[in-house]
Nanobody, 124 residues
Framework: QVQLVESGGGLVQPGGSLRLSCVAS????????IGWFRQAPGKEREDVAC????????YYSDSVKGRFTISRDNTKNTVYLQMNSLKPEDTAVYYC?????????????????WGQGTQVTVSS
């Protein structure tokens, strides 16, 4: 059974940094894209970043481009999201998800396994 577990969330001041981790068990990440998504209170879940499995090509939403970096370590079955220059509007529950294919894009429908989420709060 596939299980994804996120960690690394917390409370950080504006301008600060956090690194989220997503560890997979029951499945190897080698052949599938991984995505990070977030959901703020009262809002729909939205894409943040994704990374393919073959050449580790990356995609970022416009709201995080230049501030966030997604990476993967297949030897550890782990995907990371480095978040820098955090803003209050980045406050949300962050989820990682396993893509249906090696090249899953930014649509939620492209992903079929989800973690439980980790809370990120950016506030002074």
């Amino acid at each position: 059974q596939v299980q994804l577990v996120e960690s690394g969330g917390g409370l950080v001041q504006p301008g600060g940094s956090l690194r989220l981790s997503c560890v997979a068990s029951g499945y190897t990440l080698d052949y599938y894209a991984i995505g990070w998504f977030r959901q703020a209170p009262g809002k729909e879940r939205e894409d943040v970043a994704c990374i393919t499995s073959t050449d580790s090509s990356t995609y970022y939403s416009d709201s995080v481009k230049g501030r966030f970096t997604i990476s993967r370590d297949n030897t550890k079955n782990t995907v990371y999201l480095q978040m820098n220059s955090l803003k209050p509007e980045d406050t949300a529950v962050y989820y990682c998800a396993l893509g249906r294919t090696a090249y899953s894009g930014s649509s939620l429908d492209d992903y079929n396994y989800w973690g439980q989420g980790t809370q990120v709060t950016v506030s002074s």
